[in-house]
């Protein structure tokens, strides 16, 4: 199992341009995450999904939509990115009950200038 | 949302064992005790997990107190691979989101 995979590894886009990133697992989890961690931090949540077709709102979701037409599939995207969103982005999985952990990608290394 | 409080960092000798605790004084009966640790330029790795009653796993324990107003992790024998952030976070057993705080940055000394 390639678990949680995260595409690209690394970008730097200029200010008002827009990417999507891609998260996939193979793991048949229910539940799906994006959290960004700024330097020197802890990660925060921006968006998450309990299921295929579904997505909610984390602590920071301004600036972001995600999409999850697949269940293996998550995808975080920035419409005019912003030299705030200069970040490393990190993609989780789980299964649905709190007593499983999540697992997590390699993260996106994003330089906004 | 129920927080935690760890200390910002910690150090520990190589082969020593190593405790790190968390506060979470306003858990909740269903929240679960998670700690995960981030090695350096790495996505976080889950680590032990609990309800109530202490845990062994291959990595570590996990030590509950009673009130469960507060937990410990042990790391028996730190290693120089064990040199990372360590966060403790509750997760309710009916909402999805995870909040990580800050953690315990954790230098191991040769």
């Known amino acids: 199992n390639a678990g949680v995979t995260q595409t690209p590894k690394f970008r730097v886009l200029k200010t008002g341009q827009s990417m999507t990133l891609l998260c996939a697992q193979d793991m048949n989890h229910e539940y799906m995450y994006w959290y960004r961690q700024d330097p020197g931090m802890g990660l925060r949540l921006i968006h998450y999904?309990?299921?295929?077709?579904?997505?909610a709102k984390g602590e920071v979701p301004d600036g972001y939509n995600v999409s999850r037409l697949k269940k293996q599939n998550f995808l975080l995207g920035l419409e005019s990115a912003a030299p705030s969103q200069t970040s490393v982005y990190f993609c989780?999985?789980?299964?649905?009950?709190?007593?499983?952990?999540?697992?997590f990608g390699p993260g996106t290394r994003l330089t906004v200038t | 949302d129920a927080k935690t409080t760890q200390p910002n960092s910690m150090e520990s000798n190589e082969e020593e064992p190593v405790h790190l605790p968390c506060n979470h004084s306003?858990?909740?009966?269903?929240?679960?005790i998670h700690w995960y640790r981030q090695l350096p330029s790495q996505g976080p790795e889950y680590v032990i997990h609990g309800l109530t009653s202490n845990v062994n796993n291959r990595m570590a324990s996990l030590a509950i107190a009673e009130d469960r107003k507060s937990s410990t992790l042990i790391l028996h024998r730190a290693t120089l691979r064990d040199a990372a952030v360590y966060y403790c976070?509750?997760?309710?057993?009916?909402?999805?989101?995870?909040?990580f705080g800050s953690g315990t940055k954790l230098n191991v000394k040769p």
């Open positions: 306003t858990i909740s009966g269903t929240d679960y």
């Open positions: 989780a999985s789980s299964y649905s009950s709190a007593e499983y952990e999540q697992y």
């Open positions: 976070i509750l997760r309710p057993y009916n909402f999805n989101k995870f909040y």
């Open positions: 999904s309990v299921g295929e077709g579904t997505t």
